[in-house]
């Protein structure tokens, strides 16, 4: 499972790239991230993903409803 992790990046806007392969994503704290997506138009090996302190998000990541998701504020 390939795993991204980012934390206190204020600058980061867009997290895009070939993330069809992603296993789990966890973002903390980058306030300006909007959006989160992938080359290939899907997260197909998405299981889990935990976004906090990102206020800007506007959707997460979807590959299919019963994918756990968190989103919360510090």
Request: aromatic share 4%.
């Amino acid at each position: 499972m390939r795993t991204i992790i980012i934390s206190e990046c204020p600058k980061l806007e867009v997290l895009s790239g070939k993330l069809d392969k992603l296993g789990q994503l966890d973002i903390r704290f980058c306030e300006k991230l909007k959006l989160v997506e992938s080359y290939e138009g899907s997260f197909s090996s998405l299981e889990t993903v935990s976004i906090v302190g990102c206020e800007n998000m506007a959707s997460l990541p979807n590959k299919h409803s019963n994918t756990p998701c968190t989103k919360g504020s510090a």
